[in-house]
């Protein structure tokens, strides 16, 4: 797309959007193209920034690369990379308003949850520093030569390309950021194209909190560009947010030259009802999170498991909790929920919806575009049931605020059910004994399960089993997959260990 001199909104949010950041420089990209965000409430463009080609990609890992091979940040104490983390925390808390401001405009999340999920990245980065001093990169081990001392050293993986995804980006950028720069990697933060803002504001603030230049870059870039970045052999490790499909085609990519990666990816998560449970509570429960974000998060409870006999309780239990959503404008207060992220997005949405009305799915509640909104890509939290786990609506992630109740004959036979998906994302488990809870949730295989809601902790780890991921994100766990072991077996205890 051809660049364009029209002020739009987010430029009283952006320092350059007409720039990429490289080399702790704002530089002009190779060609004049540019990256166009339309607001999904308005359908109308809200931001234009620089497109990032091949060049640019190139000149922003010789710069992460220099960084790293040359420069004073790898050989900083954890606690000096700490500090500056805590500077790019207070930093966002600074900016906070420009994020909630430009984040409902790239994806349609309201104007509150974007304050309020801002509010605990900044909490976060602050956590990931204090990591800094109490994690373990260095240990003494046991040699199996009685004259050796043995010796673990965690270092740095190198340079890192985070890829962020466009439903959450302020937050996802911490967790791949803020951990890669604790252990010492240099890190080009690659925008998506749908929303970009979040990357510029972080850059912004990296700038002003004094980073050596080429510790953090940004680009934003599109499809060709990204897969440059992925095969280039200056990158060390990637880490990355999006779909399976992407991320399969990241791993086959670098499995070509043994690279590093760590992919977080999608799912179809279970909510496992048992028959001691009160489905009023389970519908109360599960309706809100099902709208957060207009549905668009990658752990939402999507499949609803209950045995066939409560089914039609839950189902009109639920939907009366979904006729209380108000669907609109994500900066009204008395919204709970916006529009979903893109015109193409919605479509998918329709297809899906369409797809489970043909195959014998129940149509429920909900399933097109909400009335009262002429404008704005919008639809309607929709509720199926009498769904056949087979079926597309089970087995695809819909990425919008649809649930798909799932009759099962009983607990065993709803653990299969859930276990039977290609993801492994987030489960959850609602009934009111606690030794219950704990016997099926070590039963489905998932990286987390919940109990009674839809739980998630990056303050503990966050990652996927089958196809929803590799690796984990979150605290200890999220900070070691920027870290390469290295043993050292020396003859006497280095000085700095003592005796």
């Not at 790898?74 to 000096?80: D, G, M, P």
Request: net charge negative; hydrophobic share 40%.
């Amino acid at each position: 797309m051809t660049s364009s001199t029209t002020a739009l909104p987010a430029d009283q949010s952006i320092k350059a959007p007409d720039r990429l950041f490289i080399g702790g420089e704002w530089v002009k990209a190779s060609t004049d193209d540019s990256l166009t965000v339309v607001a999904p409430a308005t359908e109308e463009p809200y931001a234009r920034v620089a497109e990032a080609r091949e060049p640019d990609i190139d000149r922003a890992v010789d710069a992460a690369r220099n960084a790293f091979d040359n420069g004073p940040w790898r050989k900083l104490s954890h606690r000096e990379r700490g500090d500056y983390v805590r500077k790019l925390a207070q930093g966002l808390a600074d900016r906070s308003g420009d994020v909630a401001q430009t984040w409902p405009n790239e994806m349609g999340v309201t104007h509150a949850l974007a304050q309020f999920m801002t509010a605990r990245t900044v909490n976060t980065y602050q956590n990931y520093a204090d990591l800094a001093d109490s994690y373990p990169f260095e240990e003494r081990r046991q040699a199996s030569a009685p004259e050796l001392t043995g010796i673990i050293v965690r270092e740095p993986v190198g340079v890192v390309a985070a890829i962020i995804p466009w439903n959450a980006p302020v937050m996802l950028i911490c967790h791949k950021l803020a951990p890669a720069l604790i252990a010492g990697c240099t890190v080009i933060i690659k925008a998506s194209p749908e929303a970009p803002l979040a990357a510029y504001i972080m850059a912004e603030i990296a700038e002003a909190a004094g980073l050596p230049r080429g510790v953090v870059n940004v680009v934003t870039a599109d499809r060709q560009a990204s897969e440059h970045l992925v095969r280039h052999p200056g990158i060390d490790k990637v880490t990355f947010t999006g779909s399976t499909a992407a991320g399969k085609r990241i791993a086959s990519l670098l499995g070509e030259r043994v690279a590093r990666y760590t992919l977080e990816l999608g799912g179809k998560s279970a909510a496992v009802i048992l028959d001691d449970y009160d489905v009023e509570q389970a519908a109360a429960t599960l309706a809100g999170p099902a709208c957060s974000f207009s549905g668009q998060v990658c752990s939402s409870l999507t499949r609803i498991i209950v045995t066939q006999d409560r089914q039609a309780a839950l189902v009109d239990a639920l939907a009366s909790r979904f006729a209380e959503i108000r669907v609109g404008d994500p900066f009204d207060p008395a919204s709970h929920m916006g529009p979903v992220a893109m015109r193409r997005q919605r479509d998918r949405i329709e297809s899906l919806i369409g797809a489970a009305k043909a195959e014998g799915a129940t149509l429920a509640f909900g399933g097109g575009r909400p009335a009262h909104l002429d404008r704005g890509f919008y639809i309607e939290p929709t509720i199926f049931c009498d769904v056949d786990n087979d079926s597309t609506i089970a087995r695809e992630e819909v990425f919008g605020p649809v649930l798909s109740v799932i009759p099962a004959r009983d607990e065993a036979d709803a653990v299969r059910i859930a276990n039977d998906t290609a993801y492994g994302l987030n489960n959850s488990v609602f009934t009111n004994d606690v030794d219950r809870a704990y016997a099926v949730a070590r039963e489905l295989r998932s990286g987390t399960v919940g109990h009674n809601g839809m739980r998630m902790d990056f303050g503990i780890a966050f990652g996927g089993f089958k196809q929803s991921g590799i690796g984990r994100e979150g605290h200890a766990e999220g900070l070691a997959t920027f870290l390469e072991t290295k043993t050292l077996l020396l003859c006497d205890s280095p000085s700095h260990l003592g005796a």
